[in-house]
């Protein structure tokens, strides 16, 4: 069964406290991992795909990274407005196509 | 362009009532998927349509149905509902359904169970 696990549960930074999030993945024949970040009361909004170990993806703040086993989101130089809970999920092979596994997210809080 | 879009916003139903739950699926895209998340977890799938087809189903009981319209709208249906059915149901669109295309997702309807 495909499998993801999110860590930290939780994380506190100062504004410009730069950290990362990791999501280790247990996912057969994974098609793509996929970043998403939450706001409360709204849906996942998209931010990254990567498909293959090495694969590197950057959007403003965020950069996205992908091993064998695990992904990173490093968030440098972070503002309030970065407060979110971030999501990872993984897309596998087979019967598991079209089928997001999500780990079960970071709440990040970025104090000014 | 408009996004996903969900309704209703929320529902407050009692144990043993069905409800249905509606999707817009952004314009263009074929696919739609339905997931459920409970308060502190992430989303867990529960069904993938494509072109009017179930694609895939997760490990939900068979009080849960969805159906896709041929104008790729989707509905899906909760009967005989119990207490841990409350929780925000999220559908998501995309134009395959596959991870070529990201699932973009509507701000979901949340479903309370009294």
């Known amino acids: 069964e495909d499998q993801v696990t999110q860590s930290p549960e939780a994380l506190r930074l100062q504004e410009g406290e730069s950290s990362s999030l990791n999501c280790s993945y247990t996912v057969s024949g994974l098609r793509g991992l996929f970043w998403y970040r939450q706001d409360p009361g709204k849906g996942p909004e998209f931010l990254f795909t990567l498909y293959s170990a090495g694969e590197e993806k950057e959007k403003e703040r965020l950069k996205a990274t992908l091993t064998k086993k695990e992904s990173f989101l490093h968030i440098t130089a972070p503002k309030p407005e970065d407060s979110a809970t971030y999501l990872c999920a993984g897309e596998g092979g087979g019967t598991s196509y079209g089928k997001l596994t999500f780990g079960q997210g970071t709440i990040l809080t970025v104090h000014p | 362009d408009a996004g996903v879009t969900q309704s209703p916003t929320h529902l407050i139903k009692t144990r043993g009532q069905h409800v249905t739950l509606r999707c817009s699926p952004i314009s263009g895209h074929k696919s739609v998927s339905w997931y459920q998340q409970v308060l502190g977890q992430g989303p867990q799938f529960i069904f993938q349509?494509?072109?009017?087809?179930?694609?895939g189903r997760g490990n939900f009981p068979d009080r849960f149905s969805a159906r896709q319209f041929p104008n790729y709208s989707s509905e899906l249906n909760v009967n005989a509902l119990l207490l841990g059915d409350s929780a925000l149901y999220l559908c998501?669109?995309?134009?395959?359904?596959?991870?070529?295309?990201?699932?973009?997702f509507g701000d979901g309807t949340r479903l309370s169970i009294l």
């Open positions: 998501a669109s995309s134009s395959t359904g596959g991870s070529n295309q990201p699932q973009h």
């Open positions: 349509y494509y072109e009017k087809e179930e694609r």
